[in-house]
């Protein structure tokens, strides 16, 4: 079993809808885990991260955490073109020190 | 300048040249990586310094060798490399363990 798992898609949302990405992971003591955007020919960047149960919400993204069924997802509302990348869940896995451990990524194609 | 820079953005090398690839931050943080992107696959964890020390070798080749002369700056000396190393090669930088990467623009690396 891979420790971060995702969906590699693509996804394809029309705009306007809500977009709903996945990330499952296998080291049930994980307590940190992170979204990354990356766009095409560019490099990752954080755009959330959550650490308890529940959901979070910065703006049209929302991270949920669910420990207990070890899955983490992002809610995109308002999906926009500009959105269409490829998002990375990050999880750091107990005794990983600074390791962040990464899916392979779910790319996310708005459609006007 | 920009938070974590890297040059240089393109490379091309046989595989018996030796280069190097330079990686500087800028935003005062204590912790440095090395991460290697290859289509298709997670990002791999290549190098971890914190405080210029080396904390993680994640069992990386010795045709791969990283440099790290302060908390500011990186580097990965790369010599002998065989085809399949060709991917995008990612710095990052975060403070202390929050997991928070900040990551350059990358270095895409073709040996042939």
């Known amino acids: 079993q891979k420790e971060v798992e995702q969906n590699s898609g693509p996804l394809s949302v029309p705009e306007g809808a809500i977009a709903s990405l996945n990330c499952t992971y296998s080291d049930r003591g994980s307590q940190s885990f992170f979204w990354y955007r990356q766009y095409s020919g560019k490099s990752p960047e954080l755009i959330m991260s959550?650490?308890?149960?529940g959901d979070k919400e910065d703006g049209r993204f929302t991270a949920q955490l669910n420990k207990a069924s070890q899955y983490v997802s992002l809610l995109i509302r308002d999906s926009q073109p500009s959105d269409s990348a490829t998002y990375l869940c990050a999880v750091k896995l107990t005794g990983g020190g600074n390791k962040l451990t990464f899916g392979t990524g779910t790319q996310l194609k708005v459609e006007l | 300048e920009t938070g974590v820079t890297q040059t240089p953005r393109h490379l091309v090398m046989g595989m018996t040249n030796k280069k190097s690839l330079k990686c500087e931050q800028h935003?005062?943080?204590?912790?440095m990586y090395w991460y290697k992107q290859s289509a298709k696959k997670p990002l791999e964890l290549m190098f971890v310094?914190?405080?210029?020390?080396?904390?993680e070798n994640n069992s990386v080749p010795s045709r791969f060798s990283p440099e790290c002369p302060n908390s500011s700056h990186l580097f990965l000396h790369l010599h002998t490399l065989q085809p399949e190393d060709s991917a995008l090669y990612l710095c990052?930088?975060?403070?202390?363990?929050?997991?928070?990467?900040?990551f350059g623009s990358g270095t895409q690396l073709s040996v042939l």
């Open positions: 990052a930088s975060s403070q202390d363990s929050a997991g928070k990467l900040f």
């Open positions: 959550i650490y308890s149960n």
């Open positions: 935003l005062g943080h204590n912790a």
């Open positions: 310094y914190n405080f210029k020390e080396q904390t």
